[in-house]
């Protein structure tokens, strides 16, 4: 029967191939989404009941055994009846942290693999433990990791943390895991050691992140993502399960290529998201010359209503309103009126990456009026308005005349060379990452203050008056 547990995976990496590879546009990844579902059933019902030349599947109705099945019967249970409740209970905006969490227990996942491999009574050796031992590390920095992401986008972890001698530290830190990891391959599975172990490289994690603040968690996300990856790759291996090697090479490989692709829209190396991390507040930078000028939502309206053409760069602030419907019918309206709308995405945008793709396909913006910033910046000098919803660092002009501002070099939404801009914002202060923003004070910027939400209902209203 071996080969029609291999047949059966070797569907389901097809199905995992596909998935992704469909989830790479807003068109066609709800059907992404599906095929990897089917897919990560399939892989599921063929380990536990497809037998297999080690023993597993049909195994577990062997007498003494029927225990183990109805163990991992009632955890199916359990984790598909709270991910399936959390799917439909959490909020868009709290999208990012479900994301967090979800990769912190893969990574924690593989790293229990690894731990029940060593303490088994048969323990990995040779290639095999050397796997075991790379998936039990990654996964255990990549849990601790995620859950430190976590709390920073919920709000709990509110500043950011750094330890004295901090990046030394954690390069010393790492090597002494790594050496007692060498140690556990080398002379067998040692309680002592494999405690000492798990408790250097969960630490590892939070240490990794808890310095870093919310302007480079987007990567951070997309970084862990591929630790992820890794991790339930090598313990796939470890196990001989196929599928989950490819399902982790898979993550792991698009979990690596959106770091690159995010650290390189904010110009950042990795290294520097790493270990020179933009902290927040610490760095907000000093006093901007002139003032910000206040708008009326009419004023407002009246600017939109009656201009040519208008782009709209979203940010955290519309999702946290949850705006996102408001300003799409803000738009049909403007639109009616023969003004040109467009979106303007910034790649790291939001809280983790394609966040605002998200929720603008949510409120049905059509696919072909979302632009990303390599399509659209060249247009912003012959826009009449920019309107700014929510946004901070991505349309933030010291990114281009700053040396010393943390996101000096980061690529920008040329916001500011609009004829005129409106920025919708919930109060004064710096945004998330603590940078204040220049746009803020810029002669063509006037500020219409209050929630997203509510600012652009009032908006709609007044447009509809001078329709």
């Not at 070797?10 to 546009?25: D, E, P, R």
């Not at 509110?158 to 790492?174: C, D, E, F, W």
């Not at 394609?354 to 659209?376: K, R, S």
């Not at 700053?402 to 801009?421: E, F, N, R, V």
Request: aromatic share 8%.
């Amino acid at each position: 029967m071996q080969w029609v547990l291999n047949g059966v995976y070797l569907v389901v990496a097809v199905l995992f191939i596909l998935g992704l590879k469909a989830m790479s546009s807003p068109k066609t990844a709800r059907k992404g989404i599906a095929w990897a579902g089917v897919g990560m059933v399939l892989a599921t019902v063929a380990t536990v009941f497809l037998p297999s030349n080690d023993g597993r599947g049909l195994a577990y109705f062997e007498p003494g055994r029927t225990v183990n099945l109805v163990l991992l019967l009632v955890a199916l249970a359990l984790g598909g009846g709270v991910a399936a409740w959390l799917g439909k209970v959490v909020k868009m905006t709290d999208m990012p942290q479900m994301v967090a969490v979800y990769n912190g227990m893969g990574g924690g996942a593989a790293a229990l693999i690894a731990a029940v491999e060593f303490t088994s009574d048969v323990p990995p050796t040779g290639v095999h433990a050397v796997l075991a031992m790379a998936g039990a590390y990654i996964g255990s920095v990549a849990f601790t990791g995620s859950i430190v992401a976590f709390l920073k986008l919920q709000g709990i972890m509110k500043k950011t943390l750094r330890l004295p001698a901090q990046n030394a530290g954690n390069v010393i830190h790492a090597l002494v895991t790594l050496a007692v990891g060498i140690a556990i391959v080398i002379w067998g599975p040692n309680p002592f050691l494999l405690v000492l172990f798990f408790a250097l490289a969960l630490f590892l994690g939070f240490a990794l992140t808890a310095p870093i603040g919310g302007a480079d968690m987007p990567v951070v996300i997309s970084l862990l993502n591929a630790f992820t990856g890794l991790a339930v790759g090598v313990e796939g291996y470890v196990l001989q399960i196929p599928a989950l090697i490819i399902a982790g090479i898979v993550v792991g490989a698009a979990g690596t290529l959106l770091t690159q692709l995010m650290a390189k829209a904010m110009n950042r190396p990795l290294t520097n998201v790493l270990f020179t991390p933009i902290t927040g507040e610490a760095q907000a930078g000093g006093a901007l010359e002139g003032s910000m000028k206040e708008v009326s939502a009419m004023d407002a309206a009246a600017m939109m209503r009656y201009a040519g053409s208008v782009i709209i760069i979203p940010g955290y602030g519309m999702a946290v309103a949850g705006a996102q419907h408001k300003v799409y019918e803000m738009t049909k309206l403007l639109e009616a009126e023969g003004v040109d709308v467009k979106f303007a995405i910034h790649p790291v945008a939001g809280r983790m990456p394609g966040h605002m793709n998200v929720l603008l396909a949510e409120a049905g913006v059509p696919y072909d009026q979302i632009f990303d910033l390599d399509e659209i910046n060249s247009d912003f000098p012959m826009t009449d308005v920019a309107l700014v919803i929510g946004a901070n660092d991505v349309v933030n002009p010291v990114a281009r005349t700053d040396t010393s501002s943390p996101i000096y070099g980061m690529p920008i939404l040329d916001a500011d060379k609009a004829h005129q801009c409106i920025v919708i914002k919930r109060g004064r202060g710096a945004g998330y990452s603590g940078i204040e923003n220049a746009l803020f004070y810029g002669d063509n910027t006037s500020m219409l203050y209050g929630s997203a939400q509510q600012a652009v209902a009032e908006v709609i209203t007044h447009i509809k008056e001078l329709s």
